[in-house]
């Protein structure tokens, strides 16, 4: 009878054992599966809302970049159509509580990004608010436009939190994107891309000439300060060379500068500066099938090519019966181009053209245009730098846009009393011709197309 008891009160231990055993297994799994929908549901929503952060800020950038753009006729509608669209495609459920978008602005000065803040609510702007972007009046002096934020939630049901009463929790994720501009040129006229130590990488010396409405940049040396009547520089405008790869400056043959009252006139040696890999177009963009070509009408497009053309062209393929430059992209792909004296007394206005080349291009005397490819006047492969894959000379030619020699030299040493209008940048420059000019003119910076990108 004894043994009997016991026996049942073994049987009875085990069963209780075995239930607190069940409850344990029944957690460990409940958190299993609970901790398993939170990470998948968060990587779901991180997705929806990384990818409806980079749509909305594309279809916001298509807007605000876009000739004749007027924010009072603009639309959010492709904005919030596309952070929809993308939220959707990665399961976040729509509606207001789950998804919300908000304009990003950045500081100009500190680079510092936050939400725009709505001055009628104080809270941050949502896109949708007033059916069309913010005004420059409305995101405040100082900032700008940068991208859009996007705020996703994701709820689920749960396992184990539901047995103690919390039958549902949410996951929630920001995701920020923004465009991002190439504007380091707005601030120069004169560039040096050459890294090795040279004092005349930059050399500017001749008399009464001018840079002004931008600054002179150089990965080496610099040579400043002019015989006769001196060189013009713009007050408060950047001009800094790398330190110790020596200079030759003249300051009292210099008027200007970065601070006219400073002993050094505020010049200053700093470290170089690498541009972008991909700044500079290829001369596959101007070439027949290229994304720049094709920006082109056909009667203003001018092929030149290596089987028929293999040493260049001169002023026979480029004018006019005149002598007058023929408005169009001259794209020359084999040898040099050679242009002298050009005519100006039949043509008032300027002419429109763009000069592409894998070779030198020269150019003596006669010049008078305005660029009709991406603001550029010269773009060239070449990597001739005596005296220059771009070799301007002759006198009172007036140009504008972009002379661009990544690979080589740009001279204006034989030009007199010349203007540009735009800016000058390859390996070197040499500028000592006489009553020559440049004036930084910001719209002829090459004008990439704005990258997306996601940032923290």
């Known amino acids: 009878m004894i043994q009997r008891m016991r026996q049942n009160s073994e049987h009875g231990q085990a069963a209780i054992i075995l239930a607190l055993a069940m409850i344990g297994l029944l957690a460990t799994v409940g958190l299993a599966l609970d901790g398993g929908m939170v990470y998948w549901n968060q990587r779901r929503a991180q997705n929806g809302a990384d990818a409806a952060a980079i749509s909305g800020t594309t279809a916001l950038v298509n807007q605000v970049l876009a000739k004749n753009y007027n924010c009072t006729a603009s639309t959010e509608e492709p904005i919030l159509d596309l952070v929809e669209q993308y939220t959707q495609n990665n399961e976040v459920p729509e509606g207001e509580d789950n998804v919300q978008a908000f304009y990003l602005v950045e500081d100009y000065a500190t680079k510092r990004r936050f939400d725009l803040i709505n001055p009628t609510t104080g809270r941050p702007w949502a896109v949708g608010t007033t059916g069309r972007i913010p005004c420059s009046t409305e995101i405040g002096a100082g900032n700008d ?12 049901d749960t396992f184990l939190a539901g047995v103690i009463g919390i039958a549902e929790t949410q996951v929630t994720v920001d995701a920020y994107a923004i465009y991002e501009h190439r504007t380091w040129c707005t601030d120069f006229a004169v560039y040096a891309l050459q890294t090795t130590c040279d004092q005349n990488a930059i050399h500017i010396s001749g008399a009464s000439d001018s840079v002004t409405g931008g600054g002179i940049h150089s990965n080496s040396g610099l040579h400043l300060g002019g015989g006769g009547q001196g060189i013009t520089l713009e007050e408060g405008r950047p001009v800094e060379y790398q330190a110790g790869c020596g200079t030759a400056i003249n300051t009292g043959n210099i008027t200007g500068g970065p601070n006219p009252s400073a002993p050094d006139l505020g010049i200053a040696g700093t470290e170089p500066t690498t541009l972008p890999d991909d700044f500079f177009y290829e001369f596959e963009d101007f070439a027949p099938g290229g994304f720049i070509a094709a920006e082109i009408p056909a009667s203003m497009y001018h092929y030149f090519p290596a089987s028929t053309y293999p040493n260049g062209i001169g002023n026979n393929e480029v004018t006019n019966t005149d002598g007058s430059l023929r408005d169009g992209l001259y794209v020359v792909e084999s040898g040099d181009v050679k242009l002298n004296n050009l005519s100006q007394s039949a043509n008032a206005a300027p002419w429109r053209a763009t000069i592409v080349s894998r070779g030198q291009v020269k150019i003596s005397g006669g010049i008078n245009q305005m660029p009709v490819a991406r603001g550029i006047f010269v773009f060239t492969e070449s990597s001739n730098r005596n005296p220059g894959a771009v070799d301007l000379s002759g006198s009172s030619n007036r140009w ?57």
């Not at 030299?409 to 735009?422: C, E, H, Q, T, W």
């Not at 390996?427 to 704005?450: A, K, L, W, Y």
């Open 400 to 456: 504008a846009g972009m002379l661009a020699a990544p690979n080589g030299s740009v001279s204006m040493s034989g030009a007199r009393n010349s203007d540009l209008a735009g800016m000058i940048i390859g390996q070197t420059v040499d500028m000592t011709g006489s009553d020559n000019s440049i004036h930084h003119r910001p719209e002829f910076c090459p004008m990439n197309p704005p990258r997306v990108l996601l940032v923290n």
């Open 145 to 156: 436009l940068a991208g859009i934020h996007v705020k996703a939630t994701f709820p689920q």
